[in-house]
């Protein structure tokens, strides 16, 4: 009878943990496991998803191919295709107001020879356009606004910014930008205004380095320049930063901070911006964070927690031992809601290192993050290094996600922190995906083909790391193979998350027989923590 009562609980706590997450709805298209993955960029009505793909036969030809799907991932246009110029790959893209813009260049090489394909979404119709008289770089990122096309990139080592106009063919290059020492750490698209806002870390004359914030019209034109030169006590830097808007010409930057020499890290910072270019920072060290090691447990935490009050106790500033990046921020009308991740980094003989300390690390991307790709088969993300040559890839061993709820007005209202149990992967840039809805906070992400969620609500952990497998839809089906390193996970919006990959689904056909296809898939997925209740199971 016990065993009986036993297995009843716990399959009611099996049920009652797959509340927390549900699949709701998929989208497929017919791809082989091993394809090419399609890139994802959200839009006003749902999603484009894109790739290019060699066309089928002894040749070297690529076809480039979009899908369109609503909320409900449905869509009704099926996959459309347009050719791809002989030789050409795909190493940048992006959208705005109603059009892709995908940019091609000969080889992967993005120094040589290259053309933008628009597509207007909704007509299907796309145009090519040449460029030239742009200056020869290493592409790390491309941006399109108001038919102006953005190129980000490193040319003789050195950062550069030009903004090529698809219509008159002019160039502009953007100036304060080229230099000696000088990092990209974000650019920033402000539709509203026109203009374009870059920020520059920059060694400074005493050897530390100094942030500037540099707002260009789309010709090219500095239209304003913030040099933030002032930073805490001696010895102390910005080590990396996420700029925001907060409304009325007011803006925020948000990062770690500690000593830039020692490359050690101290907390967090925000940086409030107003429309004058004058700027105040309050710092945030462990001492304002008391959950901070809550991701360790029973004596581990406690040994680090009576560290930290040995420091305090001398006045001294406590150390945060690993690397402690920004990650994502949300905001609410009178709150900042913000990630951090805290990890190490092994094997780097590439040089990167994720931080404005570091001469190619650091620049925030605008486009959705790609989970589960490696640097060393996504040509795009590969020219995030300084050079493609390197044979060795940095690998970056997670320890913790950290949260902090930040009134706008200064105090921390809450923070916390969940594990990774020492995860190492080569992904360099947010492991997870957070949201927030109301005072719940979701922190998500894919380890092998298992799905990790923590949920906290007010600040409150309800539970960590709670595991759920990878379902379909149809549940007549099964999964017979994915392909790991195809998985890639983003929050889409409110409580629902966006997954795709590929996978070969297993099926019984009309005539009884079992039948496999290979497909891409998007699947919608919905996170609900309040449906959480821990039971204890009987001694």
Sequence with gaps: MKRYLLFCLLFALAIQAQAQLKFLSRHEVPSELYDPVFEMVGTEEGVVSFRTVPEKGLNFKQKFQYFISDLELKSESGLIEFPVKDGYQMIGYDYFEGMLYVLFAKGYNSIGDKYVLQIELHTKKGLEFDVSNVLEMELTEFLVQERKVIFMGTSDSRPVLQILDLDTKSVHTLQGIYGNDTQIMQIRKM??????????????????????????????????????????????????????????YQEAMIGAFGLERRNTYQGMYIMDLNEFGEYNFKLYTLEDFPNFYNYLEGKSREKREADVLKDLDKEKTPEIINKYAIRDIRQKEDAYYIYFDQFTVSNNRSGYIPGVS??????????????????????????????????????????????????????????????????VTTYPEAFGEIAVVGEEFYHMFVENLILKLSYFN??????????????????????????????????????????????????????????????????????????????????
């Design 458 to 539: 007010k600040g409150e952990k309800i539970f960590e790391n709670l595991e759920f497998e990878i379902k379909l839809i149809n549940e007549n089906e099964r999964i017979q193979d994915t392909n790991v390193e195809s998985l890639r996970l983003i929050h889409w919006y409110d409580r629902y998350y966006l997954m795709s990959g590929t996978q070969k689904i297993r099926y019984q056909a009309n005539d009884r027989t079992e039948q496999v296809r290979e497909v891409f898939f998007l699947t919608k997925i919905l996170v609900d923590g309040d449906l959480y209740q821990p039971e204890e199971l009987p001694d």
């Design 358 to 423: 570091s001469s190619n690390g650091g620049y925030r991307y605008d486009r959705w993050s790609r989970m589960g790709n490696t640097v060393m088969n996504d040509p795009i993300m590969g020219t995030r290094f300084p050079s493609q040559s390197y044979q060795v890839v940095p690998e970056f061993r997670y320890q913790s996600a950290h949260f902090v709820k930040v009134s706008k007005a200064g105090p921390v209202l809450w923070d916390n922190a969940s594990t990774y149990n020492e995860m």
């Design 191 to 248: 539709p509203e205004s026109k203009s374009l806002e870059v920020v520059l870390s920059r060694k400074g004359v005493y050897k530390n380095r100094d942030i500037l914030i540099n707002t260009y019209d789309l010709n090219g034109n500095l239209l304003r320049e913030v040099k933030v030169d002032q930073f805490g006590e001696q010895g102390q830097g910005i080590m990396d930063g996420m700029l925001v808007s907060t409304g009325q």
